[in-house]
C-alpha cells in the first residue's frame, strides 16, 4: 500500500486520530461541506450550527463504519449463493465509491487490491474484513489486532468492537 495516498496527516499521532474531536485532527468530506454551506448568510433553523450538533470527525465515522461491517460480517450467509456474494461485492464497491472522506476510500481501494475481498463464506468475510482492518490501522501506526474467527464472530453479532466489554453495550442501551 502506498504510502503517497495515505490520508495520515503527516505530524499527526494514532492517538490523536483514535480521540475523534481533537482539536488538530483535520476535517472529514462532511465537515467540508458543512463549514462551506455554514460560510453563507442562509442557514436554516435545522443547521447544525443552530442545533449545537458538530459533524462527526473523520474519526467517529471510522469507528462507526467498523462496528457497522464487523457486525454485517457476522451475520452474513454461513454459505452464500453467488448472488448473495454479488450482492456483498456490490454493496463493498458502493462503501468505497461514497465513503465520506475522500482520501480514506482511496486509500481503502489500495487495501482491496492488495487484499482482495473474500465472500466465499461467513468465515472469510469475517476473517477478510478483520485484516483489512488491520491493513488500515497499521497504514495509521495504530496497533493490529488477532485476527481470530470465533471472537469476531461472536462480538460482531453482539455489535460490539473487540475492546469493548459486556456491560458497556448493555450499560448504553439500558433506559
Ligand atoms: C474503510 C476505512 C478506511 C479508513 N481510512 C482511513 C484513512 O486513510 N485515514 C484515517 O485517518 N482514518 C481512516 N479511517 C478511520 C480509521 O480506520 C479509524 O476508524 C480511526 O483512526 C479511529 O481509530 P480507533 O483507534 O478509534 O479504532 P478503529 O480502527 O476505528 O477501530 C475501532 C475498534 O475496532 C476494533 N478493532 C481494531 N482492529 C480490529 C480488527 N482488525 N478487526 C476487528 N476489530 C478491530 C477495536 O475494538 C477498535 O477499538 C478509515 C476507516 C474506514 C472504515
Sequence with gaps: MGSS?????PGQSSQAQGQGGAPDEPPCLACD???SSNSSSNSS????????LRPPSRAEIGRAAWRYVHTMAAEYPEEPKPREQASGLFWLRSFVKLYPCHLCSQEFIE??????????????YAMWWCEAHNRVRNDLSQSLQRCELGKLLDFGREGRMLDEAKQAICATSSP
Aim: with cysteine; net charge positive.
Design 111 to 124: 487495501v482491496c487490491s492488495d487484499l482482495p475481498p473474500r465472500l466465499g463464506s461467513r468465515a472469510d
Design 33 to 35: 461541506i458543512s463549514q
Design 5 to 9: 495516498v495515505s490520508s495520515k496527516q
Design 45 to 52: 433553523p435545522n443547521s447544525s450550527k443552530s442545533s449545537g
